[in-house]
């Protein structure tokens, strides 16, 4: 018993340290503060535009309206008779509130079938994929924050038939998210 304690205890400490850190930014308006307090999410970032081309800002701004970059994320629970919990809006979950099927279509399309959608690197490479489809399926280019938010809650056949034309509160959160693009990207030009 002992010889087992004294393996799986280290075990536990080193398994541990491998954990992500799921705490939100203190200053959510300002991505250099961002970046100096989550290096790692500057490198998530940096990678997934490398790979994909995406610019940085749009991602987060999209994230921010989804998350407000909070790793286990969910829509509100439905309830019946007003008391009785009955499950959720929907399936999304984590920082880029994907929701189920889209998250399995976008492991089976890359091959990438250990990630989760509360790590922050995982879900950054997410947002590039669907910002890449978004372009390809829609013509919707990366810098358009406006109307990718709008591919990304609509889904990309909702953005073609112009769904979102019929709710003028989306097209108003769409705004937000284009303003917030474009104040993250003039932070980003400056940041250390």
Avoid at 37 to 42: Q, R
Avoid at 54 to 82: C, D, H, K, N
């Amino acid at each position: 018993m002992r010889g087992l304690l004294l393996f799986l205890v280290p075990l536990l400490l080193l398994l541990g340290g491998c954990a992500t850190d799921t705490s939100r930014p203190r200053d959510l308006d300002n991505l250099c503060a961002i970046f100096r307090e989550k290096p790692a999410w500057h490198e998530a970032a940096v990678k997934a535009h490398d790979k994909w081309g995406i610019p940085v800002p749009v991602p987060f701004a999209i994230m921010y309206q989804e998350s407000t970059f909070r790793a286990q994320a969910r829509p509100p629970r439905r309830y019946f008779l007003g008391i009785v919990p009955w499950g959720r809006v929907t399936s999304a979950y984590g920082y880029a509130q994907a929701e189920d099927n889209t998250w399995d279509d976008y492991k089976r399309e890359t091959g990438a079938w250990f990630v989760s959608r509360d790590d922050f690197s995982d879900a950054m490479d997410f947002m590039g994929w669907y910002m890449t489809k978004t372009r390809r399926l829609d013509g919707v280019p990366f810098g358009d924050a406006y109307d990718q938010y709008l591919g990304y809650h609509e889904g990309w056949t909702g953005f073609r038939r112009g769904s979102y034309k019929r709710k003028a509160w989306l097209m108003r959160v769409a705004r937000i998210v284009q303003a917030r693009a474009d104040r993250f990207a003039a932070q980003y030009r400056y940041c250390p």
